[in-house]
Structure formats: C-alpha cells, structure tokens
C-alpha cells in the first residue's frame, strides 16, 4: 500500500493505492492529521481509489476508531473510493458515530460538496 500526503490551500490530500495494510492504512491516518495540526486545515481528502477491492469490515472499523481516537483537531474527511469499494459505509458510519464527520463515495463532485470546497479545474 502506497500513499502520499499533500497539503493543499484549503486542504489535506491524501493519494493512496495498492494491496491494503492496516499497519500502513493506521499510519496514513496518523500523517493525515500530523499534516492537519501542521497546516491548520481542517478538511481532508482521501483519495483511495487506487486501493485494491476487498477493504474487510474488521478493517474499516479499526480505521474509523483509529480516526476519532487520533486525538488529532477537529477534521472533516471525504473519502473518495472506486465503485467496487461502495459496499458498506461501515468506516463512515462509526467515525460519525464516534463525532468525526467523514463521507465515503465514490463521486468527485460528493466529496468536495461534502468538504465545502471547489474541485479543481
């Protein structure tokens, strides 16, 4: 699983890509909210469309209690996932449900409606 982290004007972008690990999947979390306090942004955008179908539920849930548990500001995440990945919204679910504001889709336009801000181009 590879990844890349990128602060933009109004917000974090993360890129990711490959077979998933948890292991890398936790520290993709732990850079996007280090690249929040550093930068003050508030909104990230996760684009995962790169990744591998086949994200289990057990892994979801771990990412959604490693976001509301990062202990990170206060941040408002789309993830942006292919089709394939649109089978449940388990992460999306219990990080609302744990206060953290997150929006899986697999729409470009969805994402940067449900983050405030203008896509690019």
């Known amino acids: 699983m590879d990844y890349r982290v990128t602060v933009l004007e109004r917000h974090v972008q993360v890129e990711t890509g490959g077979a998933f690990d948890a292991d ?4 993709i979390v732990a ?3 280090e690249a929040c306090a550093t930068s003050g942004h508030g909104l990230v955008l996760v684009d995962a469309r790169g990744l591998a179908p086949g994200v289990g ?3 979801r849930l771990d990412l959604a209690r490693a976001i509301a548990g990062s202990g990170g500001p206060p941040v408002r ?3 942006l996932v292919d089709t394939a990945q649109m089978v449940t919204k388990t992460l999306e679910n219990a990080a609302h ?3 953290v504001p997150v929006r899986t889709t697999a729409s470009v336009m ?3 409606r449900f983050l405030g801000i203008d896509p690019p181009g």
Not at 24 to 27: F, I, K, S, T
């Open 24 to 27: 890398v999947a936790r520290e």
């Open 31 to 33: 850079r996007l909210f």
């Open 57 to 59: 539920i057990d892994d």
């Open 77 to 79: 995440i789309a993830l």
């Open 97 to 99: 449900d744990r206060g």
């Open 110 to 112: 969805e994402a940067y």
